[in-house]
T-cell receptor
Framework: GAGVSQTPSNKVTEKGKYVELRCDPI?????LYWYRQSLGQGPEFLIY????????DSGLPNDRFFAVRPEGSVSTLKIQRTERGDSAVYLC?????????????FGEGSRLTVL | DAKTTQPNSMESNEEEPVHLPCNHS???????IHWYRQLPSQGPEYVIH?????VNNRMASLAIAEDRKSSTLILHRATLRDAAVYYC???????????WGAGTKLIIKP
């Protein structure tokens, strides 16, 4: 597709379960971001990839959160032992430019609900 | 911490210009200012960005103060489809982070 694709669009899970959220960026985009957004708040930075490597993972809240981008394209955000506080919309964005100097293209997000 | 400050909400009449203010007093010389907007249940959408000079594109204009501590997003003729939350974002060149605030909810009255 032409835009950033995120799957699943909705995920309901139980506390303590493991969750994977996938992001397909726009083809050729080297920069990829993950954000988390709670209701009524702006997006909160989680991690930024430039190519295959995580250039900045300082936004990951704790070691239950991990993200990979093994081939420099698709990225997966992994959450272990989910907690109710992890419930949020997880947004992915990609860009062809060096971070922050150009337009970010966002997906529609994956809404995670932890019961 | 880098931070942007925006009004929680603003109202405007349809087909009138809208000026959305943003303060970013901690900005440094190499940090960009970005604006995005977000409609309900959608991901954010890019509007415009700039560094020092005023910028124009098909969606909006960005007026940046001479000291760069504030900026104004200008929608020249608001339509109902412009109703959204508008985020003023400070891009920190030092650590590649985009620092988002809570945004301004723009309400357009017909």
């Amino acid at each position: 597709g032409a835009g950033v694709s995120q799957t699943p669009s909705n995920k309901v899970t139980e506390k303590g379960k493991y969750v994977e959220l996938r992001c397909d960026p726009i083809s050729g985009h080297t920069a990829l971001y993950w954000y988390r957004q709670s209701l009524g708040q702006g997006p909160e930075f989680l991690i930024y990839f430039q190519g295959t490597g995580a250039a900045d993972d300082s936004g990951l809240p704790n070691d239950r959160f991990f993200a990979v981008r093994p081939e420099g394209s698709v990225s997966t955000l992994k959450i272990q032992r989910t907690e109710r506080g992890d419930s949020a919309v997880y947004l992915c964005a990609s860009s062809s430019n060096r971070a922050g100097t150009g337009e970010l293209f966002f997906g529609e997000g994956s809404r995670l609900t932890v019961l | 911490d880098a931070k942007t400050t925006q009004p929680n909400s603003m109202e405007s009449n349809e087909e009138e210009p809208v000026h959305l203010p943003c303060n970013h007093s901690t900005i440094s010389g190499t940090d960009y200012i970005h604006w995005y907007r977000q409609l309900p249940s959608q991901g954010p959408e890019y509007v415009i960005h700039g560094l020092t000079s005023n910028v124009n594109n098909r969606m909006a204009s960005l007026a940046i103060a001479e000291d760069r501590k504030s900026s104004t997003l200008i929608l020249h003729r608001a339509t109902l489809r412009d109703a959204a939350v508008y985020y003023c974002i400070h891009y920190m060149d030092s650590n590649y982070q985009l620092i988002w605030g809570a945004g301004t909810k723009l309400i357009i009255k017909p």
